[in-house]
């Protein structure tokens, strides 16, 4: 069976402030999937019942049909990162691996390992975590994630605090986790990260999912979409042409040129052409703005933040 995050019909109520209303999307295997929303719009609350830390009101999330509650060993199967500020703060870095270590029946070798991979110094992780940096905070939020070698992946914010050789690094680390099969669910604030790295992106606004699908069902747009009868001809003769083009999912293609370049083209290939149109879709930001204007808290004056 796919190792997949599957939430249907989550709704979580605070009295009678809904939280998350009516929320469903599923995080696949192989790929990073992006959770972008406005602040309050209840990304957080959704990580957090997925990992069973809040019970919902109704609805369900799964990991492979199974509740993380009822997981015998949860963090072999979910790795989580929800609040690096929530971290014992008395302890070492060093001594709250070696104790999630225990609890999970992993050996003394793996806490080096992770201590090696998110490049906390043996004098860093000799630290108490009160003395950590937010930055320090995350890196061993992350090791600790990853502790168990779970096969999937659930961050809030993890490249908060990090500094961008940091955000270099967690981008090849969840590319790569996702490349060897690995599921990975990560929100983040940083929409250019996410433009980067997500391969399927879910959008939520006061709660409820505005959209959802992949990073270029979303995005497409700037250039031209072209269809034809004969697509990987096209495709040939566009490459040829230096012309970039990204196929997309309705089929046919994403062309970075405008529309009448991509007709004269295919008129002089003699490729009969069934769509040809101009991309409507814009930047992650401008689609982020667009999609959640009418749940964001502010307008877009900057008149109150003059001296
Ligand atoms: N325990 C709680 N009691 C009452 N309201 C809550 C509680 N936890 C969260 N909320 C409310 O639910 C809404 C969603 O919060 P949540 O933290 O999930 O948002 P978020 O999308 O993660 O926001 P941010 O981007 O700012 O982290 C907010 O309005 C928040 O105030």
Redesign the pocket.
């Given at each position: 069976m796919e190792t997949m995050i599957t939430v249907e019909h989550l709704t979580?109520r605070?009295?009678d402030?809904v939280?998350?209303d009516d929320v469903s999307f599923t995080s696949k295997p192989g790929r990073v999937t992006g959770f972008l929303?406005?602040?309050?719009?209840?990304?957080?609350?959704?990580?957090?019942i997925i990992a069973g830390l809040?019970p919902a009101t109704s609805g369900t999330a799964t990991v492979d049909g199974t509740a993380y509650r009822d997981m015998p060993n949860p963090a072999t199967e979910v790795g989580v990162l929800l609040d690096a500020s929530a971290q014992h703060a008395g302890r070492t870095g060093a001594e709250i691996l070696r104790l999630s270590a225990m609890t999970l029946g992993v050996g003394k070798g793996r806490v080096e390992e992770m201590l090696d991979m998110v490049s906390l110094t043996p004098e860093e992780s000799g630290r108490r975590v009160r003395n950590y940096s937010l930055g320090m905070r995350q890196r061993l939020g992350i090791a600790n994630a990853l502790l168990g070698n779970p096969r999937i992946l659930i961050l809030?914010?993890p490249a908060n605090g990090l500094d961008p050789a940091g955000i270099h690094w967690m981008r090849t680390l969840l590319r790569d986790y996702a490349d060897r099969g690995g599921t990975v669910l990560l929100?983040s604030?940083l929409l250019h990260e996410i433009e980067i790295i997500a391969d399927d992106l879910v959008v939520?606004g006061h709660?409820r999912i505005v959209a959802q699908g992949t990073k270029e069902e979303l995005l497409a747009g700037n250039g031209t979409r072209v269809r034809s009868l004969d697509d990987d001809a096209l495709l040939r003769a566009m490459t040829a042409a230096g012309i970039v083009a990204r196929p997309v999912a309705e089929g046919g293609f994403l062309a970075d040129v405008a529309p009448e370049v991509i007709g004269r083209l295919a008129a002089r290939v003699q490729i009969p052409l069934v769509e040809l149109r101009p991309g409507d879709g814009a930047n992650l930001e401008q689609m982020f703005l667009d999609l959640t204007a009418a749940t964001a808290r502010e307008s877009t004056t900057t008149q109150g933040a003059r001296p």
């Open positions: 979580k605070y009295g402030y939280a998350v929303g406005p602040n309050g719009a209840g990304k957080s609350t959704t990580m957090r809040t809030d914010e929100s604030h939520i709660g």
